[in-house]
């Protein structure tokens, strides 16, 4: 089979905001970023092409379901996912860790979400992303309550600086990012991540076949060795 037969229309990429490095809009028709590049560099090398389409973060899994997008960057495998989703080898590696401000005492064992929240805090989170066993586990507990849906970084980050929230967990690299490019000096990560997971570009069963998979799984392992 021909590879461009894989993909005879392009593929689109749901962009829920900038999350840099990984991906960011650059002006209203150009996005940019690491996880975007790759992607893209891949596709290309498959004769394929690639298609933005901007999304709330709640409309994702939906849209992937029934095709309408066909492709998520830095995903995370859950039993569920694996069911209705296909997988790319994994790309990279992802330290999801907590972010406090410097001004809030810390709790015993303070990379354990558990800890934060069995004291009373709150904490943010992306609400549509994998974090873990255990985090599943406390948004499913009697302390669920105390821990927040906000879709962006740039949202947690204004909220944990207002005082409305006490912490919040996000990758390492976009926290420092993010940090650096603003000059934050009033924010703190607790070192240890909270999760540390391989991420991996999560595609629609609905648009793309396993044949497809497999492609584009041999030229990823070949330009990520």
Not at 18 to 23: G, M, T
Not at 69 to 89: C, E, H, M, Y
Not at 125 to 136: S, T
Request: aromatic share 8%; charged share 25%; hydrophobic share 40%.
């Amino acid at each position: 089979m021909l590879a461009n037969a894989l993909c005879p229309e392009p593929l689109t990429l749901v962009y829920t905001g900038d999350w840099r490095p990984y991906i960011y809009r650059e002006n209203d028709s150009r996005y940019s970023g690491q996880d975007k590049t790759l992607l893209a560099e891949v596709l290309e090398q498959m004769n394929c092409e690639l298609s933005v389409l901007p999304l709330p973060e709640r409309r994702v899994e939906k849209d992937l379901l029934t095709g309408r997008i066909d492709v998520v960057i830095a995903a995370s495998k859950n039993t569920q996912r694996l069911r209705q989703f296909w997988f790319s080898v994994p790309y990279r590696i992802q330290h999801n860790v907590l972010v406090y401000r410097q001004d809030q005492p810390l709790p015993a064992n303070p990379s354990l979400l558990r800890a934060w929240i069995t004291k009373s805090r709150i904490i943010a989170l992306n609400g549509g992303g994998w974090f873990g066993h255990e985090v599943e586990r406390l948004k499913n507990s009697e302390y669920g309550q105390r821990i927040l849906h906000l879709e962006s970084l740039e949202s947690r980050l204004e909220m944990l600086r207002l005082g409305r929230i006490d912490g919040f967990i996000d990758d390492l690299l976009a926290v420092q990012d993010y940090i650096k490019a603003e000059n934050l000096t009033d924010l703190k990560i607790v070192e240890q991540p909270i999760h540390v997971t391989p991420q991996h570009f999560m595609f629609s069963k609905a648009s793309l076949d396993s044949e497809f998979i497999q492609a584009f799984n041999q030229i990823l392992i070949e330009m990520t060795d």
